[in-house]
Nanobody
Framework: QVQLVESGGGLVQAGGSLRLSCAASGRTFSRYAMGWFRQAPGKEREFVATLNWTGGRTRYADSVKGRFTIARDNAKNTVYLQMNSLKPEDTAVYYC?????????????????WGQGTQVTVSS
């Protein structure tokens, strides 16, 4: 059982930055691949970024490459999403998720645990 709690969302102007955090429970957190997904109103949840359990390998959606950075601090049981150069189209609820089976997967259906989400709103 893993519990995930996102924080750090808010309102930011286009071109600005936010850092999202995902605090996880459990002593085995460091063995899980982690991912960030987002869901805009009226749209399906989509992949944003993922990294393996050591943090040494990452993958990003084309829409955020060069702007977003995913990282983890296993000592703190925390995953981060640094979001720079934000655009209005980045507006969504952002969710962190844990993949207990594999790594670097982008399919929302392959993740086992989910946080409650945090709202990110980017104004023009």
């Amino acid at each position: 059982q893993v519990q995930l709690v996102e924080s750090g969302g808010g309102l930011v102007q286009a071109g600005g930055s936010l850092r999202l955090s995902c605090a996880a429970s459990g002593r085995t957190f460091s063995r899980y691949a982690m991912g960030w997904f987002r869901q805009a109103p009226g749209k399906e949840r989509e992949f944003v970024a993922t990294l393996n359990w050591t943090g040494g390998r990452t993958r990003y959606a084309d829409s955020v490459k060069g702007r977003f950075t995913i990282a983890r601090d296993n000592a703190k049981n925390t995953v981060y999403l640094q979001m720079n150069s934000l655009k209005p189209e980045d507006t969504a609820v952002y969710y962190c998720a844990a993949d207990t089976v594999s790594r670097l997967r982008t399919d929302v259906t392959t993740y086992d645990y989910w946080g409650q989400g945090t709202q990110v709103t980017v104004s023009s």
